[in-house]
Structure formats: structure tokens, C-alpha cells
T-cell receptor, first 115, second 117 residues
Framework: AQKVTQAQTEISVVEKEDVTLDCVYE???????LFWYKQPPSGELVFLIR??????QNEISGRYSWNFQKSTSSFNFTITASQVVDSAVYFC????????????FGQGTELSVKP | GAVVSQHPSWVICKSGTSVKIECRSL??????MFWYRQFPKQSLMLMAT?????????EQGVEKDKFLINHASLTLSTLTVTSAHPEDSSFYIC?????????????FGDGTRLSIL
């Protein structure tokens, strides 16, 4: 069965701190896709990144970076120099479909960035 | 601009009422849409897969007679919560599978907050 675990329920940091959100997944598929979404208080889901199981290259996008390690089944997300606007719930998700399809979400990590 | 339109954004109604939520694909035809439910402070859970022109596929534990899904056109799927009760209060969000040709991830609507009194 597929499963995504985000062990950190809540994280609180002060602005400009770096923060890493952990994500561990389980799947028997050899081909799968991992996603990160941001959910601000307004509720909508904002797509951040998609990574397929064959691409273990780390990715950086501005202040965001992702570390994918198949050996530990982890897909961690780091925000550098956090800002108040980063405050949101962040979800890691898993799918067998490159477009997402039936997404299996983790429990989410609520990030609070204080000024 | 928005790719998926979900309506209404929020609804408050009395117990026993049936509530219809619409999910529209604005930019492309969508043969497949998904309905998720999110209880407060919890994760999103897939409820069902909506297929245009055929019956929806429900996830285990989701009552198909309680949550009626109709996907009658390539741009519209509706979720009707029948005889809603307070325990059905939740955030319902739909998503639309994008065009396979452009490799886009699925697009989410902005969600519907349902409160049953």
C-alpha cells in the first residue's frame, strides 16, 4: 500500500531562519511521482514541485529546495531564509500518475513563520 | 487565471439539507476529475474519481449514496451531499486532470467549506 508520512505536525520558526519539512513515503511501485503542495489559510492548494522516481537530482527554485533520496524513501523540502508569507500547511503527496491523479497525501506540516 | 472553478466557496445549511458543489474545468476538457475531503487540521483524502459519461469510482469507506457524483459533460462534475449532517462538515476540493499532451499536473479548485448546523 502507498503511504506518505510527514512526522512534523507543526513547526514554528522566526523569519530568516531556514526550515526543513520532512516527507517519507512507502510504495511498491518502481515508477511513482512525488509532489509538494502549499495550502495557505485561504485553503487553496498551490502546486510547488513534482519529481519522478527516476530523477534523484536535487532541485532549487529560489528560496525553495528539495532533496529526494530513494535509499531512505524521503523527499524533504527546505525553505531558506523563511518569510512570514511562507506560513501555511505544506503537504507531501505520492501518485503513480505523473499528472497526480489519485494523490496520497501526507498529514501535512503547519509552518508558522514569526516576524 | 484560474483553470478550475469550484462553486460555492462556502455554504452553511441546516441538517438534512442536500448540498450541491460544482467543479468546472475552464481551460480544457476533462474526462477525469477527483473529489477530495479535508476535515479541520487533517490531510486531504480522496473520496472518488469522477469519469465523464460513466459512474464515479468511490474510495473505500465513502458512501456512494451519500455523496452523489455526476460528470455529465467534459467541463463539469458535481458532488451532491445528500441529507447532510454535522459530521459531513468539511472542506471539499476538486481537481481536474490536465491534458495528457502538455504534461501538466492536476489542477485544484479553491475548495468549498461546508458547514452543517
Amino acid at each position: 500500500a502507498q503511504k506518505v508520512t510527514q512526522a512534523q505536525t507543526e513547526i514554528s520558526v522566526v523569519e530568516k531562519e531556514d526550515v526543513t519539512l520532512d516527507c517519507v513515503y512507502e510504495t511498491r511501485d518502481t515508477t511513482y511521482y512525488l509532489f509538494w503542495y502549499k495550502q495557505p489559510p485561504s485553503g487553496e492548494l498551490v502546486f510547488l514541485i513534482r519529481r519522478n522516481s527516476f530523477d534523484e537530482q536535487n532541485e532549487i527554485s529560489g528560496r525553495y529546495s528539495w532533496n529526494f533520496q530513494k535509499s531512505t524513501s524521503s523527499f524533504n523540502f527546505t525553505i531558506t531564509a523563511s518569510q512570514v508569507v511562507d506560513s501555511a500547511v505544506y503537504f507531501c503527496a505520492l501518485s503513480e500518475d505523473y499528472q497526480g491523479g489519485k494523490l496520497i497525501f501526507g498529514q501535512g506540516t503547519e509552518l508558522s513563520v514569526k516576524p | 487565471g484560474a483553470v478550475v472553478s469550484q462553486h460555492p466557496s462556502w455554504v452553511i445549511c441546516k441538517s438534512g439539507t442536500s448540498v450541491k458543489i460544482e467543479c468546472r474545468s475552464l481551460d480544457f476538457q476533462a474526462t477525469t476529475m477527483f473529489w477530495y475531503r479535508q476535515f479541520p487540521k487533517q490531510s486531504l483524502m480522496l473520496m472518488a474519481t469522477s469519469n465523464e459519461g460513466s459512474k464515479a469510482t468511490y474510495e473505500q469507506g465513502v458512501e456512494k449514496d451519500k455523496f452523489l457524483i455526476n460528470h455529465a459533460s467534459l467541463t463539469l462534475s458535481t458532488l451532491t451531499v445528500t441529507s447532510a449532517h454535522p459530521e459531513d462538515s468539511s472542506f471539499y476540493i476538486c481537481s481536474v486532470m490536465g491534458d495528457r499532451g502538455n504534461n501538466q499536473p492536476q489542477h485544484f479548485g479553491d475548495g468549498t467549506r461546508l458547514s452543517i448546523l
